[in-house]
């Protein structure tokens, strides 16, 4: 199995900050990595495809960067709304797997 | 608009087997851009992938559960359904069903649409 690793776990921020979590794969995923935002209580909600392909609806100020084994998904300029837990996951494999989860939370 | 929609009982006993239903409305299940998934969320923690399944019957399971898994399509309710058997207090979690988009026909990308989620309790 692809093994996903994500950094940090938690990240405290404030609004205005720029916020960037690292992602990485146990082998190359080409650019099969996807991110997602997931609200207490609520199903993730897909952000990014591709690595870097914003979804539809997506606020511009996040954006999605990497191939291969690291990716990094930047967040320019933290939202009240923005505060939640980020995932990765690779859809290389038909296996998919996710990253642990970075919880960005209130400095 | 997509929709899903588990069902299935919230409480199931240890050594049982758990079944859950995912419909799907605003939209055909029988579309080859698109495979159908399951993804759990025990209580606290992250997201673990269960498996996915093609409309035309092709299953791909977490190798961790394999064993204890069945997957099941059906294009005429445009429903698909999983049955976990064997279930312990390790199973509970809250159940997704999902769309994971295939729209370049080489490999699946994200999972572009979840069900509300659905609470399982593995408990006697």
């Known amino acids: 199995d692809i093994q996903m690793t994500q950094s940090p776990s938690s990240q405290p921020a404030s609004v205005g900050d720029r916020v960037t979590i690292t992602c990485r794969a146990s082998q190359s995923i080409s650019n099969y990595l996807n991110w997602y935002q997931q609200k207490p209580g609520t199903a993730p909600k897909l952000l990014i495809s591709?690595?870097?392909t914003l979804q539809s609806g997506v606020p511009p100020r996040f954006s999605g960067s990497g191939s291969g084994t690291d990716f990094t998904l930047t967040i320019s300029s933290l939202q009240p709304e923005d505060f939640a837990t980020y995932y990765c996951q690779q859809s290389y494999s038909m296996v998919f797997t996710f990253g642990p989860g970075t919880k960005v939370d209130v400095k | 608009q997509l929709q899903l929609q588990e069902s299935g009982p919230g409480l199931v006993e240890p050594s049982e087997t758990l079944s859950l239903t995912c419909t799907v409305s605003g939209g055909s299940i029988n579309n080859n851009r698109y495979y159908w998934g399951w993804i759990r969320q025990p209580p606290g923690k992250g997201l673990e992938w269960i498996g996915s399944i093609y409309y035309t019957g092709s299953t791909y399971y977490n190798p961790s559960l394999k064993s204890r898994l069945t997957k099941s399509i059906d294009t005429s309710k445009n429903q698909f359904s999983l049955e976990l058997s064997s279930v312990t207090a390790g199973d509970t979690a809250v159940y997704y069903c999902?769309?994971?988009?295939?729209?370049?026909?080489?490999?699946?990308?994200?999972?572009?649409?979840w069900g509300q989620g659905t609470t399982v309790t593995v408990s006697s």
């Open positions: 999902a769309r994971i988009m295939y729209v370049t026909m080489v490999r699946p990308s994200g999972i572009d649409v």
């Open positions: 591709a690595a870097s």
